[in-house]
């Protein structure tokens, strides 16, 4: 398996208790939070991690040369030198990688998904892309996915809204790198509505739902949580 990190976040949101490092480094009882995505990756058969990085990127290079000998995959880099959003990112990053399909996991969201059983739907549906979605109860912070329950192709995301029951979009991806979903966009753009939407519309996205753990430290309550929860879901 190869697998994209989107390492790059501002943690805009997270200033007033994270400063002066890229979100996916803020620390969760004494460990960056990047350690813990690294820690469940080793469940699977991962051998190359494609870190997309760009503000305080010398951080994590820092950082990783002092880790990388815990951890058996190794690790190359994506260099934005300005921000290309969250495709122009993905894009950029997908060009290091060598494997057919390339699994995402955003740097600042943790999420308990099995990627074998997302990489064998991923196959059955022979999709584009093929999003991790999980169960939600009342909740506004997020946009919901809509699928079609015969065949979990994904036919609508709604904005975020209060709703009381839904899915959403768990920022973990498998991406055929194959397939044509970049064609004639330009070097930056959204991943959501420059890819999703349109492959929604081709019938090319699906969903495979999952209950693991999710957090996601974007906002300060939550990274608060993540500090109490994240060391019991991983070991330190």
């Known amino acids: 398996m190869e697998v ?3 390492a790059g976040g501002l943690g805009t949101r997270l200033r007033s208790v994270v400063s002066e490092v890229p979100k996916c480094m ?3 009882a004494g460990k960056p939070f ?3 995505l690294l820690q469940y990756l080793t469940q699977y058969d991962v051998h190359r991690v494609i870190l997309s990085v760009g503000y305080l990127r010398e951080i994590i290079y820092k950082w990783i040369d002092e880790v990388k000998d815990e951890f058996s ?4 880099y994506a260099i934005e030198e300005d921000p290309l959003g969250t495709g122009g990112g993905i894009q950029l990053a997908l060009s290091k990688a060598t ?3 390339v699994f995402v996991l955003n740097g600042d969201t943790f999420f308990n998904v099995d990627l074998n059983e997302l990489y064998e739907a991923h196959h059955l549906y022979s999709s584009a892309v093929t999003l991790a979605l999980k169960p939600m109860q009342d909740f506004d912070r997020y946009g919901r996915v809509i699928i079609d329950n015969m065949d979990q192709r994904i036919v609508e995301f709604k904005e975020k809204e209060y709703c009381k029951e839904g899915f959403i979009n768990g920022g973990v991806y498998i ?6 979903i970049f064609e004639g966009l330009p070097k930056k753009f959204s991943f959501e509505t420059a890819v999703f939407e349109p492959q929604c519309k081709l019938g090319k996205l699906f969903g495979v739902v999952q209950n693991g753990y999710f957090i996601d430290i974007g906002i300060p309550e939550d990274y608060k949580r993540a500090n109490v929860e994240l060391p019991e879901m991983i070991r330190i």
Do not use: G, K, Q
């Not at 995959?73 to 190359?76: N, V």
């Not at 991406?175 to 044509?180: G, L």
């Open 34 to 36: 990047l350690w813990y």
């Open 26 to 28: 803020a620390p969760v």
């Open 175 to 180: 991406i055929n790198r194959h397939e044509p």
């Open 4 to 6: 994209i990190i989107l």
């Open 99 to 101: 494997t057919s399909d």
């Open 73 to 76: 995959f190794e690790f190359i």
